[in-house]
């Protein structure tokens, strides 16, 4: 069975994880560091974020490591933080995230979960588009969760100002995450590998459950995997050569089959296009889907 003991050699390799200060983010980046790739760990807050450099550094002394602020909330920090990159990318781990929160809205006026776990990644993938394309074989790991089995995507509301549900709202955002990363893999053909994980139920920020008394918080919290196990799909989608374009693999790591609605091809591209639209982001890149 695969481990992250079986990353291989990373040396000369460049890694951006987002929202590693904490949660899945933070092991992810220790674990490609210590295999010898630069990895920019991204926060919203830089004093969490140097606390994090902190400790990667410390579990793996000499490993390379660059903080950078990123807000996906904000497209504007979005638009930063590309514009202020230089060289090629051979990962990009769209891993932070948020869940379960009564409704926001995001500095551009978007719904928070959908506006910062999708629409915030996606632009930011597409504004790396082309230090990614620099390196070929390039892989895009996208967290999505099988709470996307839960969403619906409402072309006419993606507010939700008729209707808001913490829990429905972020299965909607992980449902869009999964079908970002399987639109970009058809539009992309084989010049880069888009990839989706779903970590499992992991002790992380997101499962703050303010639904439940603290008492049941912490008892749920008990029963969830460490962030170092939910790491484990990100980092074998990351790094093994076993791994293909659009597969969506979860714990083990293993291959998991996403619901039929990911696989539609329809919405995904309607997606893709309002995206586009809502972020003024365009992939002119690579191949445009037929």
């Known amino acids: 069975m695969w481990t992250p003991d079986d990353i291989p050699d990373l040396t000369g390799s460049t890694a951006v994880v987002t929202g590693a200060n904490g949660g899945i983010g933070l ?13 920019i760990m991204t926060a919203r807050d830089l004093a969490r974020g140097e606390a994090a ?6 579990e793996a002394p000499g490993a390379r490591i660059e903080l950078r602020a990123l807000d996906l909330a904000d497209l504007g920090s979005v638009r930063g933080f590309a514009a202020g990159f230089d060289g090629p990318i051979d990962i990009l781990v ?16 978007f719904e928070m979960q959908f506006g910062t776990n999708h629409l915030g990644h996606f632009a930011l993938t597409g504004l790396l588009l082309p230090h990614l394309l620099a390196r070929p074989g390039a892989r895009v790991v996208t967290v999505s969760s099988d709470a996307h089995s839960l969403g619906r995507i409402d072309f006419d509301d993606l507010g ?23 639109e970009l893999q058809r539009r992309a053909g084989g010049r880069l ?5 779903h970590p499992g139920a992991t002790a992380t920020g997101i499962m703050k459950l303010g639904v439940l008394t603290r008492p049941a ?9 460490s962030p170092d196990r939910g790491a484990a799909p990100s980092l074998y989608a990351a790094t093994s050569p076993e791994v293909t374009g659009g597969q969506f693999i979860g714990p083990g790591p293993k291959a998991l089959t996403p619901s039929p609605k990911a696989l539609d091809e329809i919405v995904a591209r309607r997606l893709w296009e309002t995206s586009e639209e809502l972020t003024s982001v365009r992939f002119e890149t690579i191949t445009q889907h037929s």
């Open 53 to 58: 450099v902190k400790a990667v550094r410390a």
């Open 94 to 109: 769209n891993n932070a995230g948020i869940g379960m929160i009564p409704r926001r809205t995001t500095a551009d006026g």
């Open 217 to 225: 918080n912490a008892l749920m919290r008990l029963a969830l995997q």
């Open 160 to 182: 939700l100002e008729r209707g808001y549900g913490r829990f429905s709202a972020y299965g909607r955002s992980k449902l869009a995450n999964l079908l970002f990363t399987l």
């Open 193 to 197: 590998l888009s990839v989706a994980t």
């Open 27 to 39: 092991p992810t980046a220790a674990r490609l560091a210590g295999r010898g790739a630069r990895v």
